[in-house]
């Protein structure tokens, strides 16, 4: 009979190899909520988590699925057409949330985050937005199906130390998928048109807070957002 270690090792490369045996862009998404997982982030080294509440579909164009962010016409690039941007001078404060999307590689932390722009293309518009406040987005990629999930609230100022305002998940969720529909021009020249977006329930539980970090509820439903492949890269 197989140990309890053994068993844990076997099922971990079996899903490991799984993972790695399904074409990317082969799905819009695989859905996470098995184990431990049920769509929450949690922040490093805490029990507190937040809703995991757009996913970028694996069934994006050019290169959106692409697991490196800032290649040109991938996630970055989509993200500032919307009104995001790096952080601030490229500098992160805090710890790193975590997330596991079901792909077989456990907990991750968090590929990026970035902070509204404000339509600054110099890179300092996230400053903007470290310092009153605004919206900001959290990314994990899942390998198996090239699919981006995303943690999306606004913000208070710093003064507030970036607390999330109130309903702040389903405000920041909406300002992705409201921007997401109007498209917009990358920092790298690429210019997205219109996304599709769809309304995904079952994913997320609806609650008036409990649990959720800040106390903050959410009305369930999650941004299914596939986005067009780029023109002028």
């Not at 993972?19 to 862009?25: E, L, P, Q, Y």
């Not at 998928?177 to 997320?204: H, M, Q, R, S, Y």
């Amino acid at each position: 009979m197989m140990s309890l270690g053994k068993a844990a090792i076997f099922f971990a490369l079996t899903a490991a190899a799984n993972a790695a045996s399904i074409k990317r862009g082969s799905a819009a998404y695989y859905s996470p909520n098995t184990g431990a997982t049920n769509m929450k982030e949690y922040g490093e080294g805490t029990t507190l988590y937040e809703p995991v509440n757009v996913i970028i579909s694996g069934l994006s164009g050019g290169q959106v699925s692409n697991p490196t962010d800032s290649v040109k016409g991938g996630i970055l690039s989509w993200l500032q057409a919307i009104n995001f941007d790096k952080e601030c001078l490229g500098l992160h404060a805090g710890g790193y949330d975590g997330f596991d999307s079901g792909d077989g590689r456990g907990f991750q932390n968090q590929t990026f985050i970035y902070r509204q722009s404000y339509d600054d293309p110099s890179g300092l518009g996230s400053c903007t937005e470290s310092l009153i406040g605004g919206q900001h987005v959290r990314g994990y990629y899942q390998q198996t199906s090239g699919a981006w999930f995303i943690a999306a609230s606004q913000e208070e100022n710093a003064t507030q130390n970036h607390n999330i305002v109130a309903n702040g998940y389903d405000i920041g969720r909406n300002y992705v998928a409201t921007n997401a529909l109007k498209g917009g021009k990358g920092f790298d020249g690429c210019v997205f048109g219109p996304a599709t977006v769809e309304d995904i329930t079952g994913l997320v539980s609806a609650n008036d807070g409990s649990g959720y970090n800040h106390d903050i509820g959410t009305d369930g439903v999650v941004k299914l957002i596939t986005v067009p492949a780029p023109t002028g890269c």
